[in-house]
């Protein structure tokens, strides 16, 4: 298998632009997830589906960020306005749905370079 | 107070020495724990997972878990320069699906 698959690989963009991230999950996983990762705050999970439904978006830092699974071999994350405080490196995992290792393995995607002008 | 804290370090040990790296985390409910290394500019990847209290040895690494005192830790045997690394602790609680908590990081410098 591939592996998780992100793009694009860096994303260079002006204030106010939409901006889109793309994903595709290791086929037969169930979880996919999505990641923010930044000096300041860590790795912080976003949003998380569950066979294509959204389950947990608390993680979502505000409107301007929206999340899609329109089926099991693809995901978007979509900021729209984009700001500069959203640069960041932005990562796609995904995972089986067993409750214990290794079957809730999370297995990360390269991550997409975002840089807001 | 955060969920799962981590001493962001720079750690710095020599190269042959063992480095020990902490994870306290705050709920009591937490079934999973797992030890990601992440190079820089690179994503996550699991190197260790243990959910049972006790050690857990893999080649050079060894993760202990003690869930009554709410922490987990990670030793690196024989460090080498290649162990240069950020390592971060993540946690999961059967409540919260796979859902996984990650810790800020602690960076590991093995110096020759």
């Known amino acids: 298998d591939a592996g998780v698959i992100q793009s694009p690989r860096h994303e260079v963009t002006e204030m106010g632009q939409e901006v889109t991230l793309r994903c595709k999950p290791i086929s037969g996983h169930d979880y996919l997830f999505w990641y923010r990762q930044t000096m300041m705050r860590g790795l912080e999970l976003l949003i998380y589906?569950?066979?294509?439904?959204?389950?947990?978006d608390s993680g979502m830092p505000e409107d301007r960020f929206s999340a899609k699974m329109p089926n099991a071999s693809f995901s978007t994350l979509k900021i729209q306005p984009s700001e500069p405080r959203d640069s960041a490196v932005y990562f796609c995992a995904s995972s089986l749905a067993g409750q214990i290792p290794p079957d809730n393995e999370q297995f990360f995607g390269p991550g997409t370079r975002l840089t807001v002008l | 107070q955060k969920e799962v804290e981590q001493n962001s370090g720079p750690l710095s040990v020599p190269e042959g020495a063992i480095a020990s790296l902490n994870c306290t985390y705050s709920?009591?409910?937490?079934?999973?724990f797992f030890w990601y290394r992440q190079y820089s500019g690179k994503s996550p990847e699991l190197i260790m997972f243990i959910y049972s209290n006790g050690d857990k040895e893999d080649g050079r690494f060894t993760a202990q878990l003690n869930k009554a005192s709410q922490y987990v830790s990670l030793l690196i045997r024989d460090s080498q320069p290649s162990d240069s690394a950020t390592y971060l602790c993540a946690v999961s609680g059967l409540a919260a699906g796979n859902k996984l908590t990650f810790g800020g990081g602690t960076r590991v410098l093995v110096k020759p």
């Open positions: 709920d009591r409910g937490s079934q999973s």
């Open positions: 589906f569950n066979n294509n439904v959204p389950i947990d």
